[in-house]
T-cell receptor, first 115, second 114 residues
Framework: ETGVTQTPRHLVMGMTNKKSLKCEQH?????MYWYKQSAKKPLELMFV???????ENNSVPSRFSPECPNSSHLFLHLHTLQPEDSALYLC??????????????FGPGTRLTVL | GENVEQHPSTLSVQEGDSAVIKCTYS??????FPWYKQELGKRPQLIID?????GEKKDQRIAVTLNKTAKHFSLHITETQPEDSAVYFC?????????????FGTGTRLLVSP
């Protein structure tokens, strides 16, 4: 269970706070993803980085800002969030960019609550 | 846009029964169909996957079938056990600029009663 790690596991923040979520993968993968998981909704893809370049930005509000300093680390910077942003934020990684055998492995998630 | 429908949303079975979860996808370019199991408070974990050039795949008590013409794929669990209780997600995927873009279903909560 140490392939993809996320910190913190739980986060409570006010609407005016700035915080960051961190993801680290120890699998030697080249693609990393941020997903949002809300109750009774499908997992929503937010951002994708392949070889440290952002290749997908799925119409996510600018109050979410991703950063990928290298192929092992991914951050999600949060500022001026809304209560409806409360959700489980999942990081995933995959071998990429070959695509065909690109199983995604998920981290344990950060449970975010915005007050 | 791309869409994956998953049914049922909840499924209750007795231990030893079979369980079937069905998904339908809209993007005909989808070529990879993974299934994830998510236990309460844990991460989604891949349990089985199938590629578009295969019609059926089996791994012990779990099997997946794919009908490309109808754009349907299904998960079959036989001899269910209480530890199979979890939320199961299907996904349909295609390659987009070098990565597999997964579109997930809404999940099926499976409860296996002893």
């Amino acid at each position: 269970e140490t392939g993809v790690t996320q910190t913190p596991r739980h986060l409570v923040m006010g609407m005016t706070n700035k915080k960051s979520l961190k993801c680290e993968q120890h699998l030697g993968h080249n693609a990393m993803y941020w997903y949002k998981q809300s109750a009774k909704k499908p997992l929503e893809l937010m951002f994708v980085y392949s070889l440290e370049e952002r290749v997908e930005n799925n119409s996510v509000p600018s109050r979410f800002s991703p950063e990928c300093p290298n192929s092992s680390h991914l951050f999600l910077h949060l500022h001026t969030l809304q209560p409806e942003d409360s959700a489980l934020y999942l990081c995933a990684s995959s071998q990429g960019p070959s695509g065909y055998t690109d199983t995604q492995y998920f981290g344990p998630g950060t449970r975010l609550t915005v007050l | 846009g791309e869409n994956v429908e998953q049914h049922p949303s909840t499924l209750s079975v007795q231990e030893g029964d079979s369980a079937v979860i069905k998904c339908t996808y809209s993007d005909s370019a989808s070529n990879y169909f993974p299934w994830y199991k998510q236990e309460l408070g844990k991460r989604p974990q891949l349990i089985i996957d199938i590629r578009s050039n295969v019609g059926e795949k089996k791994d012990q008590r779990i099997a997946v079938t794919l009908n490309k013409t109808a754009k349907h794929f299904s998960l079959h669990i036989t001899e269910t056990q209480p530890e199979d209780s979890a939320v199961y997600f299907c996904a349909a995927s295609r390659v987009v600029t070098g990565f597999q873009k997964l579109v997930f279903g809404t999940g099926t909560r499976l409860l296996v009663s002893p």
